[in-house]
Structure formats: C-alpha cells, structure tokens
C-alpha cells in the first residue's frame, strides 16, 4: 500500500504459479538472463539487502511482501532465488511489476495479489519462511490496526520465520509537523505517516524474537528510519 484510501475487502489475485513448498531457496538465476530492450533493472533498497541476508541466513524460500508497489525489492529477491508473493493496494503498480517479472525471465518465481493490510492476509497458516514490508507499517494505519496486522504476520509465518520491516521513527524532522491526527501520525504535504516510537516496535515485537533495531537515514530531509527484524519462536 503506497498511499491511504478507502478499504478494498477483497483481494484479485492473479493466478501465476503457486510457489512450491520449500524451506531453502533455489539457486540464484543466472545474472546474464536476456532483457528486452527498454527493460530497465531498478536496484533494491538497503534494507532490502539486509532484509535478503536474514532470509538467506534463515533458510527462508517462500517471501510475502506487503506494499511492493512496483516491485523493485520484489525482483530482488526472486533473482536471489526466493519465490515471492507480493501484495499492494494498486492494481497498476503489481501489473507493472508481473511485466518486469516476465521480462527477467522470474515470472515463475512472483505472484501478485491486490490486498489492504487492513483486511486480513490472503494466506493460509505458516505458509511462508519471510516477510518484509518497506515504509508500509508507518502509513496512516492506527496502532490497533498495526497490532492486528503483525498479528497476520506471524500467522502466516512459519516457526522460525523472519519479519523484517522499516519505519520512520519519532526521530524524523517531520515528526510533530503538518497537522496531527492522534496516535502519533502526523499529515505533511498531504501525506500522513505514523512515527514509531522504541516503545511501538517493542509493543509490536511481543511474543517474538526481537533481533536488532537499525537506524538508518533515506532519500530527502534526510527521512530517518528504523529497520526492525524480529522471528517467530521455534
């Protein structure tokens, strides 16, 4: 979910492969898979790598990715030989990413399905090793509706399985700025976000394995973020 609207109950998803079930990732793909022309290959973000370590680390094949927008990390991972379920809140942008993942030679390896992470999660019990979630959880989502959606998270992971997110933080030059909405999110330039504090990603991290809290900074401003990976106990 790149940007707030009004809440989509059901969920489109298109029907590319099922992912097999598997515990280890496959062997990466080869880097020199043929691109057509125009095909630009976009770089992930860092926490996307970070986030692709911990998977690797964990053994983790099967990756959900909540609010993939275009599906720069997405792509990442399936060229790291995940198979990737991914969800947004825009049709446009998952179509985007099916034509990219064609066009890498990954269709195989991605499956797209339009979701509201208000609703529940549009998958079955412990059926996938990772999950990551860039900047999704600090949009206009309220606190409960955050401990609802962590909650999805660990149903749909299996023992051992790795939650890896990014926020902006109560540390952030926009925090307190623009108008405030209550619970900590604030809208600036007609864009409302939701400042964690250490005690919401501890709060969020209950009943979990809390591994590491890393701050680190992006894009204007410059953004100041979290990037949090937690597991579910064996």
């Known amino acids: 979910m790149r940007r707030s609207g009004p809440?989509?109950?059901?969920?489109?998803?298109?029907?590319?492969?099922?992912?097999?079930?598997l515990r280890r990732p496959a062997p990466p793909l080869a880097a020199h898979l043929p691109?057509?022309?125009?095909?630009v290959r976009r770089p992930a973000v860092r926490p996307a790598l970070r986030a692709a370590e911990a998977f690797r680390a964990a053994g983790a094949g099967r990756v959900l990715e909540l609010g993939a927008g275009?599906?720069?990390?997405?792509?990442?991972?399936?060229?790291?030989?995940?198979?990737?379920?991914?969800?947004?809140?825009?049709?446009?942008?998952?179509?985007?990413?099916?034509?990219?993942?064609?066009?890498?030679?990954l269709a195989d390896r991605v499956r797209t399905t339009v979701h509201d992470v208000r609703a529940p999660l549009p998958l079955p019990d412990a059926s996938v090793d990772g999950v990551y979630a860039h900047m999704l959880l600090c949009m206009a989502l309220?606190?409960?509706?955050l401990r609802a959606l962590v909650e999805e998270v660990r149903r749909v992971l299996t023992p051992g399985g790795v939650f890896v997110y990014t926020v902006r933080h109560t540390g952030d030059a926009h925090y307190g700025a623009g108008t405030a909405h209550g619970d900590d999110i604030y809208e600036h330039g007609g864009f409302a976000v939701h400042f964690f504090s250490r005690a919401l990603v501890d709060e969020l991290a209950h009943g979990w394995v809390l591994h590491?809290?890393?701050?680190?900074?992006?894009?204007e401003l410059p953004r100041r973020l979290w990037r949090v990976t937690q597991t579910v106990p064996r």
């Open 7 to 21: 809440v989509r109950r059901g969920a489109a998803t298109h029907d590319l492969p099922h992912p097999a079930p």
């Open 70 to 105: 275009h599906g720069r990390d997405t792509l990442h991972f399936a060229r790291a030989g995940h198979t990737v379920h991914a969800t947004d809140f825009a049709a446009q942008g998952l179509a985007q990413l099916r034509a990219a993942a064609r066009a890498e030679g």
């Open 212 to 219: 590491g809290v890393a701050p680190f900074e992006e894009g």
């Open 35 to 39: 691109r057509p022309p125009g095909h």
């Open 142 to 145: 309220s606190t409960g509706e």
